[in-house]
């Protein structure tokens, strides 16, 4: 991303799948307001802070572009998290607490990156696997159904970010 911004581009969308941390069916569409912020990236781009929170022109820009498609979506906090082995029954009980329904592995560090280069940065997520209940992780069919959808959608949402 900082070559890219360096290059010149001042707009991102980014797309991807996440994990639910509550009781949310597969294959939904998200996007992410804030971010929590346990990995290391982010920390390197923005002063320490519990979580980022992302560009509300982007949020709403990819909002509006779902609108216009007829997709039901819901905003979300999202916890950011660059180890998957990390997240552990305590730490999804601990995160869910925190107001997080997702969980993922790039948000974060993103969002840093686009304030502080000064780019515009948004993140359409579709719900994957599960950890909603924390004794049984549900692999589901890891969102398979939306990863094609939700390029078709970005390459529609991106003509007008």
Request: hydrophobic content about 40%; proline content about 3%; charged content about 25%.
């Amino acid at each position: 991303m900082d070559a890219l911004i360096a290059l010149g581009c001042r707009k991102f969308l980014a797309v991807g799948s996440c994990g639910t941390l509550v009781d949310i069916k597969e294959n939904d569409f998200l996007i992410p307001t804030r971010a929590l912020r346990d990995e290391g990236t982010s920390y390197k781009y923005l002063p320490a802070s519990r979580y980022v929170d992302l560009d509300p022109v982007a949020v709403e820009k990819i909002g509006q572009g779902l609108k216009e498609q007829g997709l039901p979506f819901e905003p979300c906090t999202t916890w950011t998290t660059d180890g998957f082995f990390r997240e552990t029954q305590d730490m999804v009980e601990y995160r869910r607490g925190e107001g997080c329904q997702v969980v993922e592995m790039e948000c974060a560090s993103m969002a840093a990156v686009a304030a502080k280069r000064g780019a515009e940065f948004g993140q359409l997520l579709y719900t994957a696997d599960s950890l909603a209940n924390v004794e049984a992780h549900d692999d589901r069919d890891w969102g398979q159904a939306s990863q094609a959808k939700a390029l078709h959608i970005c390459l529609r949402i991106i003509h007008n970010f």
